[in-house]
């Protein structure tokens, strides 16, 4: 089993559309939680991070936070063709620095 | 937020030749530094945690004599790819974080290798 995992897809919005990116991890102790978004050739970029069960919510984005289904989702409101890009989600635990990555998903978002 | 630099952007070697790449800190001392290997359409796989001062913890399947790991001071990690080989061409990718728990990584530019 893989340590976190996301559907490769693609995941096709229209834009103005919710966009719902989900990761599922196998790790009980894992804390802390990151979506990144990565375009290709490039380096990821941070979106948001989340420790707490529940929402986060940050401009047009919201995490979400299952500890205990040990699952975290990622909600973009109002997509935006420029939203096109590859998420991953990446899992660490409380006493490490090591992050793991999930495989990612893409995400395309048509006018 | 930091500002990882990560040097060379790309780089096109023969094969059988060395590659080194740098990642530097630039306004935070990273006691620690991540190295990724990213191949087309697949994730980040963590290759190695460098630790200034000491030697680099390298993940499984990683051959450490084959890609060397330095962290002189606590803004530079170096990775260097010896006797490179086309299957060595990949995106690498550095990383560092400010502390441990919920602290974001910051990622260099990444580096695009290709062995002819």
């Known amino acids: 089993q893989k340590e976190v995992e996301q559907n490769s897809g693609p995941l096709s919005v229209p834009e103005g559309a919710i966009a719902s990116l989900n990761c599922t991890y196998s790790?009980?102790?894992?804390?802390?939680f990151f979506w990144y978004r990565q375009y290709s050739g490039k380096s990821p970029e941070l979106i948001m991070f989340?420790?707490?069960?529940g929402d986060k919510e940050d401009g047009r984005f919201t995490a979400q936070l299952n500890k205990a289904s040990q699952y975290v989702s990622l909600l973009i409101r109002d997509s935006q063709p420029s939203d096109s890009a590859t998420y991953l989600c990446a899992v660490s635990g409380w006493n490490t620095d090591k992050l793991i990555f999930g495989t990612g998903t893409r995400l395309q978002v048509f006018p | 937020g930091a500002v990882v630099s990560q040097h060379p952007s790309w780089v096109i070697c023969k094969s059988g030749t060395s590659v080194k790449i740098e990642c530097r800190s630039l306004?935070?001392?990273?006691?620690?530094m991540f190295w990724y290997r990213q191949f087309p359409k697949q994730s980040l796989m963590l290759m190695a945690t460098s630790n200034e001062g000491s030697k680099a913890t390298y993940e499984q399947g990683v051959e450490k004599d084959k890609f060397l790991i330095n962290h002189a001071s606590l803004t530079l990690s170096t990775l260097t790819v010896t006797s490179a080989h086309p299957e060595d061409s990949s995106f690498y990718i550095c990383s560092a974080r400010v502390g441990t728990g919920i602290t974001e990584a910051f990622f260099g530019q990444g580096t695009r290798l290709t062995v002819v």
């Open positions: 306004d935070f001392q990273a006691t620690t």
């Open positions: 989340i420790y707490s069960n």
């Open positions: 790790d009980r102790g894992s804390q802390s």
